[in-house]
T-cell receptor, first 107, second 112 residues
Framework: RKEVEQDPGPFNVPEGATVAFNCTYS??????FFWYRQDCRKEPKLLMS???SGNEDGRFTAQLNRASQYISLLIRDSKLSDSATYLC????????FGTGTRLLVSP | EAQVTQNPRYLITVTGKKLTVTCSQN?????MSWYRQDPGLGLRQIYY???????DKGDVPEGYKVSRKEKRNFPLILESPSPNQTSLYFC???????????FGEGSRLTVL
């Protein structure tokens, strides 16, 4: 079983739509969780950390379900600039990167 | 400006010709790491360093060497590159091994 599993997509959505990604991780000892964003051929950048109680940053909401070992990311009111690949990253002693979910937002 | 700088950004080379990709960070981070990214495989860790003179293998270390003589620098060395090392390489740094990673802009390497 892969350490981190994500639907590769692409998710094609119109501007203004709400879209959600899920990710499952295999290591139950993972202690920290992150979502990174990666634009085509560019370096990954931290989008947000994921806290046990769930957290929100503007249009982005992250949730963690430790019992089921999954993390979710919800994007509301999608913008063209949200088009990117979103990497799920649990951490236990080191960060483990998922292969990412590609999002394409169209006009 | 806080950053991780890697060079070269693009390189085409031939099998067996030794090359070094440099990486430097100005954030006083103790932890540094190298990754390669290939389609469908995501980011895979090559080597990492917890501090000066402390390096260790990641998930795919074969064919690579690293050194950490100074805190800010962490070069990646390919002693005898082969075509299967054609990839996009990222250097990253962080205060801790499990904390937010800051990435360089990437080095696209092609080995013919």
């Amino acid at each position: 079983r892969k350490e981190v599993e994500q639907d590769p997509g692409p998710f094609n959505v119109p501007e203004g739509a709400t879209v959600a990604f899920n990710c499952t991780y295999s290591n139950s000892a993972s202690q920290s969780f992150f979502w990174y964003r990666q634009d085509c051929r560019k370096e990954p950048k931290l989008l947000m950390s994921v806290y046990s109680s769930g957290n929100e940053d503007g249009r982005f909401t992250a949730q963690l379900n430790r019992a089921s070992q999954y993390i979710s990311l919800l994007i509301r009111d999608s913008k063209l600039s949200d088009s990117a690949t979103y990497l799920c990253v649990p951490s236990f002693q080191k960060l483990v990167f998922g292969t990412g979910t590609r999002l394409l937002v169209s006009p | 400006e806080a950053q991780v700088t890697q060079n070269p950004r693009y390189l085409i080379t031939v099998t067996g010709k030794k090359l070094t990709v440099t990486c430097s960070q100005n954030m006083n981070h103790e932890y540094m790491s190298w990754y390669r990214q290939d389609p469908g495989l995501g980011l895979r860790q090559i080597y990492y360093s917890m501090n000066v003179e402390v390096t260790d293998k990641g998930d795919v270390p074969e064919g690579y060497k690293v050194s950490r003589k100074e805190k800010r620098n962490f070069p990646l060395i390919l002693e005898s590159p082969s075509p299967n090392q054609t990839s996009l390489y990222f250097c990253a740094s962080s205060f801790t091994q499990a904390g937010e990673l800051f990435f360089g802009e990437g080095s696209r390497l092609t080995v013919l």
